[in-house]
């Protein structure tokens, strides 16, 4: 029984005494005055009676009603009942806030049902305060308050002769039952009569009609999300205008949390001056009246319901976990059906007449049955997760987790986690896991209704059923008796409220009120107390748990036939056929990543244990560990499957004798997991093993239990753990004091007999059996300090910190174990306090045990000191012989193999994924460090996969990143160091050190790595150290000296050229180093015009005059010999000289103004300059560019006689006086005035060099192309057919580029702007530089500024592409969609994009006849990309082998794009780190090759061919930043003199030479070239695709590029060796993760040349080479479709792709904003016409390209064919193709007939004569007698021999007839 009121309170208004605008509430009056004992007056009530602050009105507003409540400091709720009325102020009372509170309490609510009349004002002025009357009761009867507030308010207003004091005194004394269903009839004494319903049960909340209003507000997502906020313990607040309704909202959401109870901060309506308890930092439910909004939204983590506006707002940084799949989308289709039933036959064609719509009442048991349910299922056995603890003196139970979540399959659960970690569940299981107590609706739910909701899961009607028979209880749990007796309670009449009230509210006898309550007691005293007989029973357990989802067990689901392989293997291992386990041990290794293997591992392992002890042999130790260690390895921190907890006897069971007297157990082996050192894990062993011991206690016969189960459910064997003490609970109150002392004592000390055991296991499986790695322990999280767990072992200090313990004194090591021992103590004792103090231990028993942890923890160090040095003694495991790699010529190794396991990455190949093939990796073997390459060599660790070597290798100076790392071996799943490295060939070794390799040595593998990796100078790189040209003697100060001189040349340059040039030509002198005296010196002053070439010359060659000095004219003949001059001099640019006085009838010429690198050090010696502007001009023009690269021409078109320029960006002064120098020159000029007016004026002279524009005007429409192109509304043709406009301002042309957007303005043109001209020259810059820049009309260039990207973007973008294409670990999420956003989010087909779009759109202005000059940055980097990849498209010669050596060696190298910078090659470089700018080129150009793929010579795996070796540093080509720095380096000229030299290649060029003779890998056999020279690539992203360079990769050789290592065993010599061997009948299996597909099946036309050449060797002819054998057939196919008259390529060769030949046009269009150039697709209309004439000319010229280039010999062969030579003295005769040459009279011969190098000459002048010869030793054997001659010289006898005697007869004749021509 209880009071019904505790308090009846009268507040009334007060000023406030500060005199501020708001009054305050005062207590008038309160009964009892003194407090209960049980229940103190609670404080603050004056404030949660008016929340929004206390007021006067100016006019009488209705009654209003609500319930407060208010949390005592024992969290007992208080229910504070508030009837507010206003009375007139007496004039004493008005005081300052009248006025302003008149609008604030409009918005205080109206309780009550009904409509309320308006408010009407008084007398004018007249001004009302408000009273309340308050009820304060500890039960929730709010109707019963509101009836018995009205009352007193009614007698009061109404006047009824009814004293106010006994109604008070009656409502205090007023007792009622708590609960049991009984109805109570009350009267307080004024004719009223009201009836209490009790409910049925107190443990369920009574939520009357809240929950359904809630949902009528908020909709079902919002009160789910609610819902779920609540349970995850974040704040929630509501908004409402209605007190009320505040109140019910916050009932009905703690109603839907049972059987959770709520236990943060409640408020459901908290006052204004309370408002700061919304910043608290802890989880609340409270109300705030809507009029506080604004303050609720300041608030960032707080989430917002608005009541009456139906919303809730949830913020950013808040993240609501939803209910686990699929419980929300159960739950919230019920919910809908139970709120719109209608909504279930909304489309029926014959809808019923009427549905029967539940109640309000009923409605809201209906949705809290739903909840109810929810939780039933999310909780379904719990119970078989609760460890009994302690029975007596009290229950103390302990919830599972780990085990409740692993076995519901909702580990990975956000929701059902937090709310496990929650106060709220803390309290659930405090209260309901206590096994003998009343029972309750859900505790029968969760036990008995579980199998039938799980089989009602898929029938809406029948779960809808269900949930309206919960309903039904919960409704009669809350009214138990339908037909309640009416009450009857005076109500105040109509508008009573207006009337005047005939007096205020009296002051109540506090005497007489004191007097009833003081009799109530006396009598209540004389009754016997009312004790409600509580109904305790046993708790039903219910069904054990099943998974929330059957989810699949995916890859690794366990059939029976996988435990079956498990149960085989270990019986092997215990019966010793040690050789049958080792066949199994993969399969089971793999098998054991399902956890019913894991299981069943355990379940056996536990078979051979007998008296708690194993002892093995070392084999089969070893097996055991293995099989452990594998499956600890999957386990988490928690181990929710128990593995850990079922493995945890096993470790300290089984053994083997290392020694006599020494034992080493399984423990010491498997240490290295995460989960050992979680302080959860070890409590829930702790409690799962004391409830295993307290149930033995108390079953008489102590039974033998299924040991696996200990840590998992209790086992229905006989009665759980529950059971037991449930029994015990209830025989507890009748057994003898002494009885119950005894089991106490008895409990206590199971649990301390525990914990002791539990210390020793502890400290086995904490402390490392070596000493030298307790660093590693220290890390290991939860030892150092518990806060910090995480759940990873990977440390960087570690490898480093092991290291240098190996040669530590033994009392440092002392030391270290000591620490190791301080930290496990530590872990041990926080554990044992934890564990004691939760289970009750005495305070002396925990004392002892804090004395004895250390004492157990030293003692085990000691043992371990001995097993430590007994297991070293053990012989080492036979290991795998190390498989050494092969090495190329030249390549040393630094390291030899250390042993290591090679770890899948986040590829997919050779890891036996999705992608399928055998698993390759892991693999076993060792990684060899060379001067050259880091290669890894070994075979996979599962012996099933096969006996396949896998090979992964780079070249040293392709690293870009070393990580060190800490990873488990493959096989023993011990935690060892690693490293990762990765490396810009897309190559990325993962490896784990093999337990063997010291730390020191891992150490020395980086060292050396990063020694070879960054030489401290460019000779260290390997080739240049590989068959050194540096002489040894040479003494290395003059190296370093030279540079100095020279850097001090160009600096001096500027300031005074010409006397600097003379003087430092002595400093140089002085420490010139013998091997530089020909490099050419500066001429002296007075000579510096004169240098000429003599005007008979042929324009073909370029060969210095004798006008040079002599050491001079080495250095311009060397100059001349570059690739440079060799283009222009194709190209037709011009001729070397510098004299003024000639005919200017070339527009351009080679200008030696730089052949010392004075001017610009990164260009080449020899430039193109135009014709009209003098070298000593040139200096002052340099200025204005950066690094002085001023514009120089770089190619010509041949159809339109454009100029491609290009340059260094402009200096920002340089830009504006450019700009600013039209104006007149002022008297004082400044220098730099000056440069820029040499810049004009050279711009200009490139401008007037250029046919078209060289008339008087210097403005020349461009001729041929009329207006006719312009459309009716003046719309811009096709750039290549319109004109263009001077006066176009900059943004049309940034607009040119199709990159930068319009400007939004849209003003009109100028008048000029349709005039259909072009401006002669554009400038391609950066738009940063060319900022603010307004060129002037008359000028004839004009300004396309775009935005390009930097260096060091292309270096993060190459950085994340990288990581796409080699992940380091595997994707979260497998398939193809998470390589694709990683692919987008590195941007490099962006870049891609821009670089194409760019350069087709330069080579549209030069096709259409502007010049163009490229000056974007320093002029080495995108500009070189874009020049380059502009000739490519422009020129056909490009497309070739040669040519495209040629554009290398031009573009690239002579104009100094800095490689070593890029690739930093040296140590200096290491911080700038590795930026791809060439392989981004290289990347561009194979985009174009897969577009059109009939137009190059060389093959896509030339374009990988380089971009693997720019980076290797194999050749000296790539090496150095400019020609300056080569020759400084002497590495330009040398190869001139000692070319016959065998040795390796220096050049890369040289070596695709070789190997071109030898095997077609680097031709295209699809090259048929078209007519139309020009290519415009697509260059959206979506037409680019991902270099299979990036992403390929062959295990079983490594890296495709080094040719000679990836051809297998050494080749036969030359002639013999069929090329790629002969075709093998045997066949082979391809594995497409392993060996190299294209190697494994040639394409079709290889393997016919293959053929042939094994042909002809058979027949004993010398095999022809493929290039002789395929122009051939490609002849004769051209002969056989001459008849149409239209020489097409062969039909073997079309492969007619149209797209990839359709042009792509550039259209100029002029739209409402201004005009625009948008690239867009032109199929072949443009070329009409007009272009056809240019269209034959291209024929010829392309015909001509090639002849120009040949060693022009095709002329004048005047017979040709093989013969065998005799060598020089003791040489073999040699099979050698001879050219006999009339015109040269010479006889000269070749290697074969492709070879263009002329290996010697006999000069037919000295021939004397021809005679038959005799067969010498060593002649060909198959040859007759008659084919052998002899050519007699002045010098020598030739002997040579034919293939036969007409041959030979016929060579003969040819000679002598040559002889009598001469």
């Known amino acids: ?723 037991v003490a449930s029994e015990q609970r209830r025989l507890w109150p009748t057994l003898s004091r002494e009885k119950q002392q005894e089991l106490v004592q008895k409990e206590e000390s199971t649990v301390f007999s525990q914990a002791i055991h539990y210390a020793n296991r502890m400290s086995y499986l904490l402390l490392p059996l070596d000493s030298s790695k307790s660093r590693l322990l220290r890390e290991r999280p939860g030892l150092g300090e518990l806060e910090s767990a995480s759940n990873s072992l990977v440390t960087n200090s570690m490898a480093g910190s092991v290291a240098e313990s190996y040669d530590t004194e033994s009392g440092f090591e002392d030391a270290e174990t000591c620490d190791v021992a301080g930290a496990v103590v530590r872990f041990i004792n926080r554990f044992v306090d934890k564990v004691c103090t939760e289970s009750g231990v005495t305070s002396d028993h925990l004392k002892g045990l804090h004395v004895m942890v250390p004492d157990i923890v030293q003692m085990h160090i000691e043992t371990l000191e001995a097993v430590h040095r007994e297991s070293k003694r053990l012989p080492p495991i036979q290991k795998p012989k190390l498989l050494r790699p092969r090495l190329l010529p030249g390549e040393e190794c630094v390291l030899d193999g250390l042993r290591v396991y090679l770890l899948p990455d986040g590829r997919e190949e050779g890891a036996g994924g999705p992608g399928g093939g055998p698993a390759l990796l892991p693999a076993e073997g060792a990684v060899f460090l060379t001067t050259y390459r880091v290669i890894f060599t070994g075979m996979p660790t599962d012996p099933l996969v096969g006996e396949q070597v896998v090979v992964r290798s780079f070249p040293v100076a392709a690293l870009t990143k070393e990580k060190r790392i800490s990873v488990q071996t493959p096989v023993d799943q011990l935690l060892q160091d690693g490293l990762q490295l990765r490396s810009c060939t897309f190559q990325l070794l993962k490896m784990a050190f093999d337990e063997e390799v010291g730390s020191d040595s891992a150490e020395l593998f980086r060292k050396q790595l990063h020694k070879l990796r960054y ?256 459309g009716s509304h003046g719309k811009w043709g096709s750039v290549r057919a319109s004109g263009r406009s001077g006066g176009l301002s900059t943004d049309v042309g940034s607009r040119l580029a199709g990159v930068v957007p319009p400007q939004a303005n849209g003003a009109p043109a100028d008048p000029g702007f349709l005039r259909p001209q072009r401006a002669a020259l554009y400038i391609i810059g950066d738009k940063a530089q060319l900022k603010g820049v307004r060129p002037d009309p008359l000028q004839q260039w004009e300004l396309v500024p775009i935005e390009v990207f930097e260096a060091r973007q292309v270096k993060a973008s190459f950085k994340k592409l990288l990581k796409a294409c080699v992940p380091g670990c595997p994707a979260t999420e497998p398939g193809p969609a998470s390589f694709l956003r990683s692919l987008e989010d590195s941007e490099w087909l962006i870049q891609i994009h821009k670089l194409l779009q760019v350069s087709v759109l330069v080579v549209e202005l030069l096709d259409s006849g502007s010049s163009v000059l490229v000056s974007l940055e320093d002029g080495w980097d995108i500009t070189t990309q874009v020049v380059s990849l502009v000739q490519l498209l422009s020129d056909p010669f490009y497309r070739t082998l040669e040519g495209f050596r040629l554009l290398v060696e031009k573009e690239w190298l002579s104009f100094g794009h800095r490689f070593s910078h890029r690739g930093a090659h040296t140590l200096a470089g290491q911080s700038s780190g590795f930026t791809p700018v060439f392989l981004q080129f290289l990347d561009c150009v194979h985009q174009i090759h897969l577009q059109f793929p009939m137009e190059f010579e060389f093959s896509p795996f030339y374009l990988k061919f380089l971009g693997y070796h720019h980076v290797s540093r194999r050749f000296r080509t790539f090496l150095l930043d400019s020609d300056y720095e080569r020759i400084e380096l002497g590495l330009l000229y040398e190869e001139k003199g000692d070319r016959r030299a065998p040795q390796a290649c220096r050049s890369v060029w040289e070596y695709v030479e070789r190997l071109s003779k030898r095997t077609p890998v680097f031709y295209n056999y699809m090259y048929a070239p078209e007519d139309a020279e020009v290519l415009r690539p697509y260059s959206n992203v979506s037409n680019l695709k991902v270099w299979d360079f990036y992403t390929e990769e062959t295990l079983a050789e490594g890296p495709p590029y080094d040719w000679e290592l990836a051809q297998g065993p050494p080749e036969p010599p030359e002639e013999e060796r069929p090329d790629g061997g002969a075709p093998q009948s045997r066949r082979r299996v391809v594995w497409p993760c392993y060996d190299s597909r294209p190697r494994a099946q040639p394409d079709a036309i290889s393997r016919l040349l293959e053929e042939m050449q094994r042909l002809e060797t058979e027949l004993g002819r010398p095999p022809e080479r493929w290039k002789d054998a395929w122009d051939r057939v490609k002849a004769a196919q051209r002969l056989e479709g001459r008849p149409d008259g239209r020489g097409t390529p062969s039909s073997l060769l079309v492969s007619s792709v149209p797209h990839h030949r359709r042009s792509l046009g550039v259209y100029l269009q002029e739209g409402p904003v201004g005009s625009t150039l948008s690239l867009s697709l032109d199929s072949d209309q443009s070329s009409g016409s007009s272009v056809s004439s240019s269209r034959q000319a291209a024929r010829r010229s392309t015909s001509t390209l090639y002849s120009q280039f ?95 005697v007409p041959s030979a007869q016929q060579w003969v004749d040819q000679i002598q007839s040559c002889l009598s021509d001469a």
């Open 1 to 723: 029984m209880a009071r019904l009121a505790d308090y009846f309170v009268l507040v009334a208004f007060g000023p406030h005494p500060r005199g501020s605008g708001e009054g305050q509430g005062q207590i008038l009056q309160r009964f009892p005055e003194k407090d209960w004992e049980d229940n103190p007056f609670p404080q603050g009530i004056e404030l949660f009676c008016q929340p929004s602050g206390w007021q006067l009105c100016p006019e009488r507003n209705p009654p209003t009603f609500f319930v407060a409540v208010l949390t005592d400091i024992n969290s007992e709720r208080h229910y504070c009942a508030c009837l507010t009325f206003w009375e007139p102020v007496e004039p004493t009372q008005e005081g300052p806030c009248a006025q302003d509170g008149a609008e604030r309490d409009e918005e205080a609510d109206e309780g009550g049902p009904g409509a309320l009349p308006t408010p009407t004002p008084g007398p004018p002025g007249q001004l009302f305060a408000p009273k309340t009357l308050v009820l304060v009761s500890r039960l929730d009867h709010v109707e019963v308050f509101r009836n018995s507030l009205g009352l007193i308010y009614t007698i009061h207003v109404e006047g009824l002769n009814v004293g106010l004091e006994n109604v008070v005194g009656n409502l205090l004394t007023c007792v009622i039952p708590l609960a049991g269903g009984s109805q109570r009839t009350i009267s307080l004494g004024a004719g009223d009569r009201q009836v209490i319903q009790t409910p049925l049960s107190d443990s369920l909340p009574i939520s009357r009609c809240s929950v359904a209003l809630l949902f009528r507000q908020l909709g079902i997502t919002n009160v789910l999300s609610l819902f779920c906020a609540a349970l995850t313990e974040h704040k929630v607040l509501f908004l409402s205008r209605s007190y009320q309704r505040l109140s019910d909202a916050c009932r009905g959401l703690l109603a839907l949390l049972f059987p959770l109870r709520y236990s943060f901060t409640y408020v459901p309506i908290l006052p204004a001056q309370l408002l700061e308890v919304l910043s608290t930092p802890t989880p609340f439910i409270i109300g705030v009246n809507a009029s506080f909004q604004a303050e609720a939204q300041e608030l960032l983590d707080v989430i917002v319901a608005d009541l009456d506006g139906g919303t809730v707002t949830v913020p950013e940084c808040v993240h609501i976990p939803p209910l686990p799949e699929p419980l929300q989308s159960q739950t919230h289709s019920i919910l809908s059906m139970v709120l719109d039933p209608e909504l279930e036959l909304a489309d029926l064609a014959f809808p019923p007449p009427s549905t029967s719509i539940s109640s309000l009442k009923m409605q809201d048991k209906e949705l809290r049955a739903v909840f109810l349910r929810l939780f039933a299922q999310l909780l379904q056995g719990y119970r078989w997760c609760l460890h009994t603890v302690r029975i007596h003196p009290e229950p103390v139970i302990r919830f599972h987790k780990a085990a409740f979540l692993g076995q519901r399959g909702l580990v990975e659960d956000d929701f059902l986690m937090k709310v496990l970690e929650g106060m709220a569940f803390a309290g659930f299981v405090s209260e309901r896991g206590v096994p003998y107590r009343p029972t309750d609706l859900f505790d029968e739910l969760v036990a008995h209704e579980v199998v039938r909701m799980r089989a009602d899961e898929n029938h809406p009607q029948r779960v809808l059923r269900h949930v309206k028979e919960l309903a039904e209880q919960l409704y009669k749990n809350e009214n138990p008796y339908p037909a309640v007796a009416m009450h009857k309670v005076q109500r105040p009449g109509e508008a009573s409220h207006l009337r005047r009230a005939p007096r205020p509210f009296p002051r109540l006898d506090e005497g007489m009120v004191q007097w009833i309550v003081d009799q109530a007691a006396a009598k209540m005293q004389g009754a016997p107390p009312a004790v409600k007989a509580e109904k305790r029973t046993t708790v039903p357990s219910g069904p054990p748990m099943t998974a929330i989802v059957e989810r699949s067990g995916g890859l690794h689901g366990n059939s029976a036939r996988r435990l079956e392989v498990v149960r085989n293997c270990i019986s092997y291992v215990f019966e010793g056929k040690m050789l049958e386990a080792k066949k199994l041990l993969p399969a089971v290794l793999r098998a054991l990543k399902g956890r019913a293997a894991r299981r069943c591992l355990a379940q056996e392992l536990h078979l051979h244990v007998q008296q708690s002890r194993a002892v093995l042999d070392h084999q089969q130790f070893d097996f055991v560990v293995r099989m452990m260690n594998c499956c600890l390895q999957d386990c988490t921190s928690l181990d929710e499957h128990g593995i850990a907890a079922a493995l945890l006897p096993l470790v300290t069971a089984f053994c083997r004798k290392l020694s006599p007297g020494v034992t080493q157990f399984a423990y010491s082996c498997v240490q290295e997991h995460v989960v050992w050192s979680t302080p959860q894990f070890w409590e829930a062993m702790f409690y799962g093993d004391v409830q295993t011991h307290i149930r033995a206690l108390y079953l008489e016969a102590a039974e033998d239990r299924d040991p696996f189960s200990a840590g998992e459910a209790p086992v229905q064997d006989e009665r759980s753990a529950l059971d």
């Open 1015 to 1270: 030489p401290p100078d460019i000779r260290g790189t390997f080739a240049l150290t590989l068959g050194s040209a540096h002489t040894p003697g040479r003494p290395p100060r003059a190296t370093k000296d030279k540079g100095p001189s020279f850097r001090t040349l160009s600096r001096n340059l500027v300031k005074n050229a010409k006397k600097t040039i003379g003087r430092q030509y002595v400093t140089r002198k002085k420490y010139n180093a013998p091997s530089w005296e020909h490099r050419g010196q500066p001429p002296p002053e007075d000579q510096e015009d004169e240098i000429s070439v003599s005007e008979e010359l042929e324009p073909s060659t370029l060969t210095p005059s004798s006008a040079l000095k002599p050491s001079d004219r080495m250095t311009m003949s060397s100059l001349v010999e570059r690739a440079c001059c060799r283009d222009y001099q194709r190209l037709g640019l011009g001729t070397l000289s510098s004299s003024l006085s000639r005919a200017k009838s070339e527009p351009f010429r080679i200008s030696p103004v730089n052949r010392m690198y004075a001017i610009c050090r990164s260009y080449p010696g020899l430039l193109i300059v135009p014709q009209s502007v003098q070298d000593n001009a040139l200096q002052r023009v340099s200025r204005c560019y950066r690094q002085n690269r001023f514009p120089v021409v770089c190619w010509r078109s041949g159809r339109s006689k454009a100029v491609l320029l290009r340059s260094g960006g402009l200096h920002g002064k340089g830009v504006v006086g450019l700009f600013k120098a039209q104006n007149a020159p002022s008297p004082g000029q400044s220098q730099a005035d000056s440069s820029s007016l040499e810049q004009e004026k050279y711009l200009q002279a490139v401008v007037s060099s250029m046919p078209r524009y060289a008339d008087a005007s210097g403005r020349n429409t461009l001729s041929g192309f009329s207006s006719a192109h312009m």
């Open 1750 to 1844: 040949q060693t022009a010999e095709s002329e004048n062969r005047s017979y040709e064919g093989t013969l065998y030579k005799k060598g020089a003295f003791m040489k073999p005769w040699k099979a050698r193709w001879f050219v006999l040459d009339k015109t040269k009279h010479q006889l000269r011969y070749y290697d074969h007939r492709a070879d263009t190098e002329c290996k010697g000459v006999i000069d037919l002048a000295e021939v004397e004569a021809v005679a038959p010869g005799t067969p010498a030793m060593g002649a060909p054997k198959t040859v007759d007698e008659k084919a052998f001659f002899d050519v007699k010289t002045t010098r020598r006898v030739y002997n040579f021999c034919a293939q036969d």
